[in-house]
């Protein structure tokens, strides 16, 4: 279907085109955004606000040094290795502004995952969170890391409540692990030493990369998503014009500058960059970064704190918070916007959660490869629950068959995306990316969908056998080459199997290839090699597996028997 399909299903406000000249680069609607709204707050996390022209002033002071005092050349990669913190808009805008390219890496990830990581997209400089410093250290030696800057929990906060928060973290909490990084400059030293100097411009444009965002695509080994400064500002203008529907009053939803968006979900996952990092700097709205979302009780405290307007979240989180006593007697008078994404949201769910706020949730859709956003539900009682919405303005959707060829309204094929937010393709992968991306531009997303009469999408099923996990992708064949390496499993399979908490769990069947192997020491093993949402929930032992004439697993048979 051509973008004009939806040209008459879109609700008032919300304009079916964009202006993909409006903006150069990500730099530009950046630095436009600081000076209008300059005494605006920006974000907000431990009990500490930074204005627009505060996080244009310390972005600017950490773009000044790494073009004075390193040889980074714009075009050289970044990684950024922290969960939602300060420093973590600071670092990545001003890496931007330096002409560098980010690497978001997860704050959880394991020596293993980080070195293929940093192997793969050559970065030569990292911030990361003296917490993961250890980690740092094991696997600096197999990278080409040269430059390294080293933040800590309290580094934006006022003199002395910085050092007790980070003698605690270190010496209470002993969150710290022993290490030693001599040559790791602090993030308040970089601040210090980029300060006052006079930022160098960089030529970027809207065909440069800005991100290499991590994802396994459609098969396991994690590949980097090249995203242009074109692809996220077409994206931040794309879920804009979401926003900009009309609400009861007849003004947009969101109110330019106004808006208070809660972020508990990991600014480092494609999800929150674009919709909490990028996003809010197109309408000036103010972010609250939550830390640590697993704390339950200190996240309701939080939220006590704010008349907020927005939450971005995922089923999981959605239950969590709900489940807590004290959740139902916080003040959602000015909620406005709930939205769901990373993972299917549960009906129950949205109906509790709706009964509870007075606010529904709105599920959307989208991929790493397309900045994220495809398409959008509208807000209020235009929202069609069990579907993901109406494509965002600008984008096709088509569904095919398995020969390539187009399907006509509510039939079942995979979902194909054309858009200005769709990747360039995956860093130094040519046939991957051929695998994907077509000569014509569309995108292959590995989702079965139906494109109902009145547009609506609704997504039915996966080609692909990746498991969701809390919104988290999860390649079934990463566990297993992993689990493979183990010197007493003869062969294994992972699958996804529902769980009521976060979607899907993994589920992994061994076969061992002497007796006394344990699920115990399976588990130890994979706990050490797997971030946390990665490692199997399930460990079954077998004899053996259903297996193709030609030896391939039968994923699909161990689904049913499970």
Same mark, same amino acid.
């Given at each position: 279907?051509?973008?004009?399909? *939806? /040209?008459?299903?879109?609700?008032? %406000?919300?304009?079916?085109?964009?202006?993909?000249?409006?903006?150069?680069?990500?730099?530009?609607?950046?630095?436009?955004?600081?000076?209008?709204?300059?005494?605006?707050?920006?974000?907000?996390?431990?009990? @500490?606000?930074?204005?627009?022209?505060?996080?244009? !002033?310390?972005?600017?002071?950490?773009?000044?040094?790494?073009?004075?005092?390193?040889?980074?050349?714009?075009?050289?990669?970044?990684?950024?290795?922290?969960?939602?913190?300060?420093?973590?808009?600071?670092? @990545?805008?001003?890496?931007?502004?330096?002409?560098?390219?980010?690497?978001?890496?997860?704050?959880?990830?394991?020596? !293993?995952?980080?070195?293929?990581?940093?192997?793969?997209?050559?970065?030569?400089?990292?911030?990361?969170?003296?917490?993961?410093?250890?980690?740092?250290?094991?696997?600096?030696?197999?990278?080409?890391?040269?430059?390294?800057?080293?933040?800590?929990?309290?580094?934006?906060?006022?003199?002395?409540?910085? *050092?007790?928060?980070?003698?605690? @973290?270190?010496?209470?909490?002993?969150?710290?692990?022993?290490?030693?990084?001599?040559?790791?400059?602090?993030?308040?030293?970089?601040?210090?030493?980029?300060?006052?100097?006079?930022?160098?411009?960089?030529?970027?444009?809207?065909?440069?990369?800005?991100?290499?965002?991590?994802? %396994?695509?459609?098969?396991?080994?994690?590949?980097?998503?090249?995203?242009?400064?074109?692809?996220?500002?077409?994206?931040?203008?794309?879920?804009?014009?979401?926003?900009?529907?009309?609400?009861?009053?007849?003004?947009?939803?969101?109110?330019?500058?106004?808006?208070?968006?809660?972020?508990?979900?990991?600014?480092?996952?494609?999800?929150?960059?674009?919709?909490?990092?990028?996003?809010?700097?197109?309408?000036?709205?103010?972010?609250?970064?939550?830390?640590?979302?697993?704390?339950?009780?200190?996240?309701?405290?939080?939220?006590?704190? *704010?008349?907020?307007?927005?939450?971005?979240?995922?089923?999981?989180?959605?239950?969590?918070?709900?489940?807590?006593?004290?959740?139902?007697?916080?003040?959602?008078?000015?909620?406005?916007?709930?939205?769901? %994404?990373?993972?299917?949201?549960?009906?129950?769910?949205?109906?509790?959660?709706?009964?509870?706020?007075?606010?529904?949730?709105?599920?959307?859709?989208?991929?790493?490869?397309?900045?994220?956003?495809?398409?959008?539900?509208?807000?209020?009682?235009?929202?069609?629950?069990?579907? @993901?919405?109406?494509?965002?303005?600008?984008?096709?959707?088509?569904?095919?068959?398995?020969?390539?060829?187009?399907?006509?309204?509510?039939?079942?094929?995979?979902?194909?995306?054309?858009?200005?937010?769709?990747?360039?393709?995956?860093?130094?992968?040519?046939?991957?990316?051929?695998?994907?991306?077509?000569?014509?531009?569309?995108?292959?997303?590995?989702?079965?969908?139906?494109?109902?009469?009145?547009?609506?999408?609704?997504?039915?099923?996966?080609?692909?056998?990746?498991?969701?996990?809390?919104?988290? /992708?999860?390649?079934?064949?990463?566990?297993?080459?992993?689990?493979?390496?183990?010197?007493?499993?003869?062969?294994?399979?992972?699958?996804?199997?529902?769980?009521?908490?976060?979607?899907?769990?993994?589920?992994?069947?061994?076969?061992?290839?002497?007796?006394?192997?344990?699920?115990?020491?399976?588990?130890?093993?994979?706990?050490?090699?797997?971030?946390?949402?990665?490692?199997?929930?399930?460990?079954?032992?077998?004899?053996?597996?259903?297996?193709?004439?030609?030896?391939?697993?039968?994923? !699909?048979?161990?689904?049913?028997?499970?």
């Amino acid at each position: 279907m051509q973008p004009d399909f *939806w /040209n008459d299903k879109r609700p008032a %406000g919300v304009p079916n085109d964009i202006d993909l000249g409006a903006y150069k680069s990500v730099i530009e609607v950046f630095e436009r955004s600081c000076k209008k709204f300059a005494d605006r707050p920006a974000f907000s996390n431990l009990g @500490v606000t930074l204005t627009y022209a505060e996080l244009d !002033r310390l972005s600017a002071a950490f773009a000044g040094y790494l073009q004075q005092h390193t040889d980074l050349q714009p075009g050289d990669r970044i990684a950024v290795q922290m969960p939602n913190i300060l420093q973590y808009p600071v670092a @990545v805008f001003g890496a931007l502004r330096a002409g560098l390219i980010v690497v978001n890496t997860n704050p959880l990830y394991t020596a !293993r995952e980080m070195r293929h990581q940093f192997k793969d997209s050559g970065v030569r400089a990292l911030v990361y969170l003296n917490m993961f410093g250890k980690l740092v250290q094991d696997v600096l030696a197999d990278t080409d890391i040269e430059f390294l800057v080293e933040a800590r929990m309290g580094d934006m906060q006022p003199a002395l409540k910085g *050092w007790l928060i980070n003698t605690a @973290v270190k010496k209470l909490k002993k969150m710290v692990p022993d290490y030693h990084l001599p040559q790791a400059v602090s993030f308040k030293d970089a601040l210090r030493q980029g300060h006052g100097h006079a930022l160098r411009p960089v030529k970027v444009g809207l065909e440069d990369i800005a991100v290499l965002q991590y994802t %396994g695509g459609t098969t396991g080994v994690a590949k980097g998503a090249m995203l242009t400064h074109g692809n996220l500002v077409a994206n931040m203008q794309q879920v804009h014009a979401c926003l900009s529907q009309e609400g009861p009053d007849g003004h947009p939803l969101m109110k330019e500058g106004q808006e208070v968006m809660i972020a508990p979900l990991p600014l480092y996952h494609i999800y929150a960059f674009t919709a909490n990092c990028m996003c809010m700097m197109v309408n000036g709205n103010h972010n609250v970064l939550i830390t640590n979302p697993r704390d339950i009780a200190g996240f309701v405290k939080e939220l006590k704190k *704010w008349r907020f307007s927005a939450l971005l979240g995922l089923n999981t989180l959605f239950v969590a918070l709900m489940d807590h006593p004290e959740f139902k007697s916080l003040d959602f008078s000015s909620l406005k916007v709930t939205n769901s %994404g990373g993972t299917a949201l549960v009906k129950a769910t949205a109906e509790r959660w709706q009964a509870m706020t007075g606010c529904a949730v709105v599920e959307g859709y989208g991929l790493t490869e397309t900045s994220p956003v495809v398409s959008a539900n509208p807000y209020g009682d235009k929202a069609r629950l069990g579907t @993901v919405g109406i494509p965002v303005p600008g984008t096709a959707l088509k569904v095919i068959d398995d020969e390539g060829r187009e399907l006509g309204i509510g039939e079942r094929g995979e979902l194909c995306v054309k858009g200005p937010q769709v990747m360039k393709g995956y860093w130094q992968r040519p046939e991957a990316t051929a695998e994907v991306l077509d000569s014509e531009g569309w995108l292959k997303t590995g989702d079965v969908a139906v494109i109902d009469p009145d547009g609506f999408v609704r997504i039915v099923d996966r080609k692909k056998d990746l498991i969701l996990v809390s919104g988290f /992708n999860v390649y079934p064949n990463e566990i297993e080459d992993v689990v493979m390496a183990h010197p007493k499993v003869a062969s294994c399979a992972a699958i996804g199997v529902p769980d009521e908490k976060s979607g899907e769990a993994v589920k992994l069947f061994v076969v061992p290839r002497e007796a006394g192997l344990t699920v115990d020491e399976l588990k130890a093993y994979c706990k050490e090699n797997f971030t946390g949402y990665k490692v199997p929930k399930h460990i079954v032992l077998k004899d053996a597996l259903p297996m193709t004439p030609v030896g391939k697993i039968l994923r !699909r048979e161990l689904r049913d028997i499970a």
